[in-house]
Antibody, heavy 120, light 108 residues
Framework: QLQLQESGPGLVKPSETLSLICTVS??????????WGWIRQPPGKGLQWIGS???????YYNPSIKSRVTISVDTSKNQFSLNLNSVTAADTAVYYC????????????WGQGTLVTVSS | ETVLTQSPGTLSLSPGERATLSCRAS???????LAWYQQKPGQAPRLLIS???SRATGIPDRFSGSGSGTDFTLTITRLEPEDFAVYYC?????????FGGGTEVEIK
């Protein structure tokens, strides 16, 4: 059974960089059938797609935050990661990683999510 | 960017009733690349429907999706107690993925 697990600091100071890792187990990230994505959800609000990556490194980002986001993949560790710089309180959210079926497809497996709070 | 508008914002129904949720897109969604998710408090979203009408693995047949172009519908034929949750639609037909604002199905 495929599992995804987010990890990283739960508290980040304003103007600093938010860094999260998603570890994939029970399957290989190096599959040509899937993209791997990050989605976030501010407390009490809806879902926002941040960006996605293919195991060979092709990335797509949400234009609204593209200037601050980097998503990378480490196939040797079966992980992909999210870096979001210059964070503000508006970046406080639960961050999810997910497997996407096909090219930027629907998310069929999700991590449990991790709450990241931006506060001094 | 394709904007998805879900209606109603809240649906108050009783167990056993039928739920009809709407998702309208600001532009036509190619190849019906429209998904529906269910989210319960404190949990990650769960994929219900992809390709507008294909149920994901393990999803009961009381959930069905329909529609094309700009108008899509999620129907739950007979609400079970575990179906009370928030439902989101998502389009993935472009390189900019977007979600609707959600519909909460609450117990009347």
């Amino acid at each position: 059974q495929l599992q995804l697990q987010e990890s990283g600091p739960g508290l980040v100071k304003p103007s600093e960089t938010l860094s999260l890792i998603c570890t994939v187990s029970g399957g290989s990230i190096s599959s040509n059938s899937y993209y791997w994505g990050w989605i976030r959800q501010p407390p009490g609000k809806g879902l926002q797609w941040i960006g996605s990556i293919y195991y060979r490194g092709t990335t797509y980002y949400n234009p609204s935050i593209k200037s601050r986001v980097t998503i990378s993949v480490d196939t040797s560790k079966n992980q992909f990661s999210l870096n979001l710089n210059s964070v503000t309180a508006a970046d406080t959210a639960v961050y999810y990683c997910a497997r996407q079926d096909g090219w930027l497809g629907s998310g069929d497996y999700w991590g449990q999510g991790t709450l990241v709070t931006v506060s001094s | 960017e394709t904007v998805l508008t879900q209606s109603p914002g809240t649906l108050s129904l009783s167990p056993g009733e039928r739920a009809t949720l709407s998702c309208r897109a600001s532009q036509s969604i190619s190849s019906s690349y429209l998904a529906w998710y269910q989210q319960k408090p404190g949990q990650a979203p769960r994929l219900l429907i992809s390709g507008a009408s294909s149920r994901a693995t393990g999803i009961p047949d009381r959930f069905s999706g329909s529609g094309s172009g700009t108008d899509f519908t999620l129907t739950i034929t007979r609400l079970e107690p575990e179906d009370f949750a928030v439902y989101y639609c998502q389009q993935y037909g472009t390189s900019m993925l977007t979600f609707g604002g959600g519909t909460e199905v609450e117990i009347k």
